[in-house]
């Protein structure tokens, strides 16, 4: 099976640290991480500011932060308490207006990205920031022959749409809601996103497959 390696310095791996109230989303970011992009130490992920800046493992000389949090902790405040700290802070968002994008770099963020970008890309710009070599490619070992690309199923915008803000924590009513369409019609649309992954030969059954295929394709924003 072909594992995703990365080409570096003989460096001491970056700490790096992640904070998104999405636990889905989050554990997926994890769990991506630490499978492909083995130059970065994660040692601390949560869901919570509370739960982030309180354990023993802040600061990490990276951090990655989510632009919303329910909390009411303004992003001013986290990203002046990472930088306060000595740590580097990329802010990733779903909303990638100016005035997010002003108000991140402004507190002291080296970076503001969109979640739309492949988990590959965030950590390929995580890599220039910390002034690292190398990018995230596939390797396969030496016995065995490279797999073909993921290949990616062609959505509907509807379809796309759905994948998107199911994928981002809410319910299939919430979907519906925010698409000012009826509940069965973002039932269907999630219905046949899952069918064009299986037959794409990447089942996505279950919530936590659906959601790493839509980071795995850039679907998430």
């Known amino acids: 099976m072909v594992g995703a390696d990365v080409v570096t310095t003989d460096a001491a791996p970056v700490t790096l640290s992640l904070l998104d109230d999405h636990e889905v989303l989050l554990d997926s970011f994890t769990s991506w991480v630490r499978e492909h992009a083995t130059d970065f130490d994660l040692v601390l992920s949560a869901s919570t500011w509370s739960q982030f800046v309180h354990s023993a493992a802040f600061p990490t000389q990276l951090v990655i932060l989510d632009f919303q949090l329910r909390e009411q902790v303004s992003i001013e405040a986290r990203v002046r308490t990472c930088r306060a700290a000595g740590a580097k802070v990329i802010v990733l968002s779903g909303l990638d207006s100016q005035e997010a994008r002003d108000r991140a770099l402004d507190a002291g963020a080296a970076l503001f990205l969109s979640k739309s970008m492949p988990l590959a890309e965030v950590m390929d710009a995580a890599r220039r ?20 690309p993921l290949h990616r199923p062609r959505l509907s915008q509807g ?15 919430e979907v519906a809601d925010q698409l000012n369409v009826q509940y069965e019609t973002a039932k269907t649309y999630l219905r046949r996103v899952r069918e064009k992954y299986a037959k794409a030969g990447r089942p996505a059954s279950r919530k936590a497959e659906l959601i790493r295929r ?8």
């Not at 920031?129 to 073909?148: C, I, K, S, W, Y």
């Not at 839509?214 to 924003?221: C, F, I, Q, S, T």
Request: proline share 5%; net charge negative; charged share 25%.
């Open 129 to 148: 920031l910390m002034g690292r070599a190398g990018r995230t490619r596939a390797v396969a070992p030496a016995d065995e022959p490279a797999e073909a």
């Open 214 to 221: 839509a980071a795995e394709d850039g679907y998430l924003r």
């Open 159 to 173: 379809e796309q749409s759905a994948l998107t803000l199911y994928a981002l924590g809410n319910s299939t009513q």
